[in-house]
T-cell receptor, first 114, second 110 residues
């Protein structure tokens, strides 16, 4: 059982480049979400999904797109990377609704935008 | 809206106790607590649900006062392994966004 898998672990982009951070879970979890964490700060919710085909915005959605075509996958897209998006990104999932079951986290992606 | 956590930081010697508090301005359905060690992902500690149900697996206890919209995390006889940042995650409904609090940095020293 792999749990929540994030790829890549590290990524360096130039300003204006686009990329997709991948997140996959093999636990049949309905709820999936993306967070970013800046140095010395807490986690801020970017986007979340309560099931395939359903997504919604979190606290800091600007500059990011998501889609949920399958239960397993929840990719995060940066359309035009900016230095302000330099951060550690975590994907998380839970079995049912967001607040009734614990979140399982991926190991994170360290993203640097130059 | 983010919850308020206190204290922001605390330093303990091994064996000492600590309490971390979390409060919200809105009526709560549940509260989660997570711990994050440096360079790692957050790890689940505890869920406290409205009505008194608790779900947790570590030797750390917590309380949830629904009327006061507050939760407290109790760490007793602290160990070096307790060091990290503790996050409170309150929710107004079961389908709510999972918004993390600002965190409390806890350092346990020998």
């Amino acid at each position: 059982n792999a749990g929540v898998t994030q790829t890549p672990k590290f990524q360096v982009l130039k300003t204006g480049q686009s990329m997709t951070l991948q997140c996959a879970q093999d636990m049949n979890h309905e709820y999936m979400s993306w967070y970013r964490q800046d140095p010395g700060m807490g986690l801020r919710l970017i986007h979340y999904s309560v099931g395939a085909g359903i997504t919604d915005q979190g606290e800091v959605p600007n500059g990011y797109n998501v889609s949920r075509s399958t239960t397993e996958d929840f990719p995060l897209r940066l359309l035009s990377a900016a230095p302000s998006q330099t951060s550690v990104y975590f994907c998380a999932s839970s079995l049912m609704t967001g607040m009734e079951e614990k979140l399982f986290f991926g190991s994170g992606t360290q993203l640097s935008v130059l | 809206q983010q919850p308020v956590q206190s204290p922001q930081a605390v330093i303990l010697r091994e064996g000492e106790d600590a309490v971390i508090n979390c409060s919200s301005s809105k009526a709560l359905y549940s509260v989660h607590w997570y711990r994050q060690k440096h360079g790692e992902a957050p790890v689940f500690l505890m869920i406290l649900l409205k009505g008194g149900e608790q779900k947790g697996h570590e030797k750390i206890s917590a309380s949830f006062n629904e009327k006061k919209q507050q939760s407290s995390l109790y760490l007793t006889a602290s160990q070096l392994s307790y060091s990290g940042t503790y996050f409170c995650v309150p929710a107004e409904t079961s389908y709510d966004k999972v918004i993390f609090g600002p965190g409390t940095s806890l350092s346990v020293i020998p």
